[in-house]
């Protein structure tokens, strides 16, 4: 698949918010077009006024499109660590209060607050798994755009301009892959036990939670198999390229269920 395609399939798998901060591909591309198709000037030098503008709005836009890349990544990053902090002080106060020793209590309410937070834990698993592909995609559109504009103008801007966008935050996930391996130790350390018991009443909690959780895990499910084909090794492998991502078919489901009864669609 060629990847402006498979960018805009990823612009349309992900939330509706986030769809207007990808990168923009097209615009990119036309100035490469126009760049490496502008008459030589008058003098007879290889460089026009034509080719001389694109290029450097083709350069404005990648630096603008490379801060609007930090800004929402860091932003996101940000409202990350308050909500994971939130959900983890959820969970003892749930217990606390309506838990078998707890101040008040209650069975019912016990599961139907413990699944509400289950719930959101899922999905903020999902959002976290959604930005980390939105670096990756990113980062690989912008390494696509400069090899096109080198191979098509002769010109030598990928390997500095890499090397500058490896130092950006958008490209470094550590803080959110950590967040999203604590969200998986949580759902399997606390919400296994919770969601064995049986009957009618627990069928229809699950299957409620299920409906619910549906469209994030589709779209979790499309950026995990577009990491994974991203990273995957090929003949193309370069020192530009994203490393293997080296999980098996089984590990990507595994990653999305959780333990979780809610299938992957």
């Given amino acids: 698949m060629k990847f402006g395609k498979r960018l805009k399939n990823q612009v ?3 939330l509706p918010e986030w769809q207007d901060k990808f990168l923009s591909y097209k615009d990119l591309k036309k100035l490469v077009r126009l760049i490496s198709s502008a008459p030589s000037s008058s003098d007879g030098s290889s460089e026009s006024s034509e080719s001389r503008k694109a290029y450097l709005d083709f350069v404005y836009l990648l630096n ?5 890349f930090n800004s929402f990544f860091m932003e996101q990053e940000e409202d990350y ?3 994971h902090k939130e ?3 959820r969970i003892p106060k749930v217990i606390a209060t309506w838990g078998p020793n707890g101040t008040q209590p209650s069975e019912v309410d016990y599961r139907e607050e ?3 937070i289950r719930k959101d834990i899922v999905n903020f698993h999902g959002e976290m798994v959604l930005l980390e592909n939105y670096s990756n995609i990113n980062y690989t559109g912008l390494a696509k755009i400069i090899k096109k504009y ?3 103008t002769g010109g030598l801007l990928r390997l500095p301009f890499i090397q500058k966008v490896l130092r950006q935050p958008f490209f470094t996930t550590d803080l959110v892959s950590k967040l999203v391996k604590e969200c998986e130790n949580t759902i399997e350390a606390v919400f296994p036990a ?3 018991g049986d009957g009618r009443k627990g069928r229809s909690e699950r299957e409620t939670t299920m409906v619910a959780e549906r469209s994030i895990f589709r779209n979790t499910v ?3 198999q577009t990491m994974q084909e991203m990273r995957r090794g090929s003949s193309t492998y370069s020192e530009f390229s994203l490393p293997p991502l080296n999980l098996t078919d089984s590990d990507l489901i595994q990653s999305l269920q959780l333990h979780s009864p809610i299938p992957i669609l």
Avoid at 64 to 68: F, M, Q, R, W, Y
């Fill in 12 to 14: 349309q798998e992900t």
């Fill in 64 to 68: 603008a499109e490379i801060n609007k």
């Fill in 81 to 83: 660590i308050i909500r």
């Fill in 87 to 89: 959900l983890q002080q």
């Fill in 114 to 116: 413990m699944e509400e």
């Fill in 150 to 152: 080198d191979k098509r």
């Fill in 194 to 196: 919770i969601e064995e």
């Fill in 222 to 224: 499309a950026a995990l």
